[in-house]
Nanobody, 122 residues
Framework: QVQLVESGGGLVQAGDSLRLSCAAS??????MAWFRQAPGREREFVAA????????NYADSVKDRFTISRDRAKNTVYLQMNNLEPEDSAVYYC?????????????????WGQGTQVTVSS
């Protein structure tokens, strides 16, 4: 049974940092990613990492502020978020793809975590 378990969300102030974690179990994946969804908005792509090579892809809105990484021994993917802005407030979801490499669309991903809330106050 595949499980993706996120942790690390919280309430911070603008300019602060947070690190999200996603522990994966159940099978191997091609790519893991983070998406986010703010109230009243579509779920949007944030960052992705190819498990085998650690090649990454980022949304323009977070490039240079966020870093996605993975720990193969712990089967965990991380999202380091620096210089957070109120516009980054959302529920952040971990996602895993069996086949698509560094996809940016929801349909590219086969499995999803339950989400973790990130709130950035101004």
């Amino acid at each position: 049974q595949v499980q993706l378990v996120e942790s690390g969300g919280g309430l911070v102030q603008a300019g602060d940092s947070l690190r999200l974690s996603c522990a994966a179990s159940g099978r191997a994946f091609n790519t893991m990613a983070w998406f986010r969804q703010a109230p009243g908005r579509e779920r949007e792509f944030v960052a992705a990492i190819r498990w085998s090579t650690a090649l990454t892809n980022y949304a323009d809105s977070v490039k240079d502020r966020f870093t996605i990484s993975r720990d193969r021994a712990k089967n965990t993917v991380y999202l380091q978020m620096n210089n957070l802005e109120p516009e980054d407030s959302a529920v952040y979801y971990c996602a895993a793809s069996l086949y698509v490499v560094l996809g940016t669309k929801r349909n590219d991903y086969n499995y999803w975590g339950q989400g973790t809330q990130v709130t950035v106050s101004s």
